[in-house]
């Protein structure tokens, strides 16, 4: 019998947007008649060309394709449809080689250029083991994480709710992508719907400075809401660790959030007990604040402002009220936009913590013009008599709220008397980055 060679090639290109792939398809048959491309034939070894993070057995049991299977080119085709609708491969092409019946395939491909770490939100019934045995099922590669786009979630989500239904619990599986702002990235998000977890105890192993008691106190929040692993970690990075913050343990931690069903369910239906573990580190103090970039004020007028002194714990609370402080110096000079871009160095041998401030000044802003709706022509004079801050004067911010506090509330404590009614007032400023101009508009009501 004569040899045969056959190339067949397949490109994709997918395009990208909410619930939206598009594929363009080609299909060359070479080198082989009609006829012939048609006859089937036994497959005998697959190979894969241009794998990075995918192992050939993985992306083959993904496939369908089997050794020793009799195949046409239909068969080929589905396989590779299948692999590209998966979201694991950006290109993929494909060539076989024939040889008395018998086929080699080999697939080019170019994988994916990202995929996101999948986070199981509340499946609090399944160990991570036994939900990853339970996708696998159905997505043989597996490994904690699925791509952006593709078939792939829609796999996983379906397999999880399989595995509800096996063991008898309502609710439905959704999945979405996610930012974790904590984490600085996203991730697919996959929660039950449709069922109440309540949050029956917590626990938070590690807890020695603030007392567990004290950190439970501090999370009735949580106490009250249904479980859901996002928020319970929200909750101890942005509510329980600036407690650890004020204390000067600027490097304490919160590890992430596990939850068991609880164990007495009369006490406490359907529920759950959470734990969240926290590594609490040391107290640092204060050693010094190193500026960059200003020009407007001195190193020695910033860190005067900042009012953090050198062996003092370093009370991240302070810290805070001290760049608020150092904002409003600038502010008072017209530097509206003033900006800092911090980071730390810390020294374990001696628990102190240098802070690091780059100064992103901005432009310098000037008195535009004070405008006054709402009132008579004579009231507006009586009211611009009181503004002493003139047209093209350094725009001093704190000057507004002194005004507020007293010629603006002597004026309103006047026209209440003139007109024997209390009028309501908003007071807005309005900044030209163009012009570097501020005009200050104060509209009665």
């Known amino acids: 019998m004569r040899n045969t060679s056959s190339y067949y090639s397949l490109i994709r290109h997918w395009a990208k947007s909410i619930g939206l792939a598009s594929a363009i398809l080609t299909l060359l048959f070479l ?26 057995q993985q992306v083959l049991d993904a496939s369908g394709l089997k050794v020793g299977d009799t195949f046409t080119p239909e068969v080929i085709d589905a396989a590779a449809e299948k692999l590209m609708q998966s979201g694991w491969f950006k290109k993929l092409g494909y060539k076989v080689r024939s040889v008395n019946d018998e086929a080699t395939i080999i697939f080019e491909v170019e994988e994916a250029s990202r995929n996101l770490s ?13 939900i ?59 929660t039950v719907e449709g069922v109440k977890i309540p949050v029956c105890s917590l ?38 660790f600036p407690l650890y913050r004020h204390l000067g343990l600027l490097r ?22 959470v734990t969240i573990p926290v590594e ?22 910033l860190t005067v402002a900042l009012g953090m002194q050198a062996g003092e714990v370093a009370d991240g609370t302070k810290i805070d009220k001290g760049l608020k402080d150092v904002r409003k110096a600038y502010g008072r000079r ?14 374990d041998a001696t628990k102190r913590v240098t802070y690091r401030f780059n100064v992103a ?22 009211m611009k008599a009181k503004w002493t801050l003139g047209n093209n004067a350094v725009f001093d911010e704190s000057y507004i709220d002194s005004f507020r506090q007293t010629a603006l509330r002597e004026y309103m404590t006047g026209l209440a008397q003139r007109t024997g009614s209390r009028a309501r007032f908003e007071l807005e400023i309005k900044p030209n980055a163009q012009k570097q101009t501020v005009d200050v508009i104060i509209t009665f009501k």
């Not at 999948?118 to 036994?130: L, M, R």
């Not at 992430?256 to 239906?269: D, G, K, L």
């Not at 609490?280 to 007028?301: F, R, T």
């Not at 000044?361 to 004079?381: C, H, K, Q, S, T």
């Open 31 to 56: 080198s082989a008649p009609p006829c012939r491309a048609q006859k089937q034939a036994t497959l005998r070894r697959v190979e894969f060309v241009g794998l990075k993070k995918l192992t050939s």
């Open 118 to 130: 999948v986070v199981f939100e509340n499946f609090v019934w399944f160990s991570e083991a036994e």
């Open 132 to 190: 990853a045995r339970t996708i696998r099922q159905d997505v043989p590669f597996f490994d904690g994480t699925a791509p952006e786009a593709g078939t792939t979630t829609d796999k996983i989500a379906a397999a999880l709710q399989r595995l509800l239904s096996q063991k008898k619990i309502a609710g439905r599986v959704e999945h979405m992508p996610y930012v974790d702002l904590a984490k600085g990235k996203q991730e697919i998000l996959f």
């Open 203 to 240: 626990h938070f192993p590690g807890a020695t400075v603030i007392s567990e008691d004290d950190l439970i106190k501090a999370s009735q929040a949580l106490l009250k809401s249904d479980y859901s692993r996002k928020d319970a970690r929200g909750f101890a990075n942005y509510t329980l």
């Open 252 to 273: 304490a931690q919160f590890q992430e959030p596990t939850a068991a069903v609880e164990e007495s369910p009369s006490r406490c239906a359907g529920g759950v007990a």
């Open 280 to 301: 609490e580190g040391v107290v640092y103090s204060w050693d010094a604040a190193d500026w960059s970039g200003n020009q407007a004020l001195s190193k020695e007028d």
């Open 334 to 347: 017209g530097y509206l936009a003033a900006s800092f871009k911090e980071s730390t160095e810390f020294d």
């Open 361 to 382: 000044e901005g432009a310098r802003y000037f008195m535009g013009n004070l405008i006054v709706n709402g009132l008579p022509d004579e009231e507006v004079e009586r």
